[in-house]
């Protein structure tokens, strides 16, 4: 089946470090989403990206669409202890609904203080 | 508004049982769809409902289906449960689903079965 493959698997970071992790595919995406899950919790929606080259910020998380439509990538700007979870991406693939998202691994974060 | 709700939170079970499990969408959202997320796999789509329809099916057996019901409400029966069938159920909701831009989806916070 379709995959998206996301890095790193996980990252152990200082606080006030920047974070970077990125998405890929080999099939094209209409829509890229970003998702933090927290330990026995359902992910959350943090960003979503609807056109390619689309450049989105949401406080310290800047996310990107990318031109080819097979790529996205996340960054978090000055990490704190509560940006400790899981990121995933997701998206439909391109002409298939938005009720059917294909996640990626996971990117594990971890922030020491 | 409320979020996604999920009920139960926590379910233990032996093999060869069933469950039933519920999920409230956002109010106003139409679309419920189910994941399942373990260790191994991550999250994987198991099916989208839209107006009491299924609108589309992951790569999972017979052995699990839902339904919605006309206040958007859905649930998820997996019958004769196998050990392999412990994971959190995540379900999502969304404005329309389809194919339509803006449509993010919502999840609850997961019914985590585990199968003895």
């Known amino acids: 089946g379709q995959q998206l493959n996301q890095s790193p698997q996980s990252m152990f970071i200082q606080e006030g470090e920047d974070v970077s992790m990125n998405c890929t595919s080999s099939s094209i995406f209409n829509t890229w989403l970003w998702y933090k899950q927290d330990p026995g919790e359902g992910p959350v929606l943090l960003i979503a990206?609807?056109?390619?080259?689309e450049l989105t910020s949401n406080g310290r998380l800047t996310a990107q669409f990318g031109i080819t439509r097979k790529d996205s990538f996340l960054n978090i700007s000055a990490s704190i202890p509560s940006d400790v979870g899981i990121y995933f991406c997701a998206g439909p693939l391109y002409g298939g609904s938005q009720g059917n998202l294909i996640f990626g691994k996971g990117t594990k974060l971890s922030v020491k203080p | 508004k409320a979020g996604v709700t999920q009920t139960p939170r926590y379910l233990i079970k032996t093999r060869g049982q069933q469950v039933t499990l519920s999920c409230s969408p956002i109010?106003?959202?139409?679309?419920v769809s189910w994941y399942q997320q373990t260790p191994g796999q991550g999250l994987q789509f198991l099916f989208e409902?839209?107006?009491?329809?299924?609108?589309n099916k992951g790569n999972f057996p017979g052995r699990f289906s839902g339904r919605q019901f006309s206040n958007s409400r859905s649930e998820m029966n997996v019958s004769t449960l196998e050990l392999g069938d412990s994971a959190l159920y995540l379900c999502a909701s969304g404005i329309a689903g389809g194919h339509g831009s803006y449509n993010e989806q919502f999840f609850g916070p997961g019914t985590r079965l585990t199968v003895l």
């Open positions: 990206l609807y056109k390619a080259g």
């Open positions: 409902y839209f107006s009491e329809t299924q609108r």
């Open positions: 109010s106003g959202h139409r679309s």
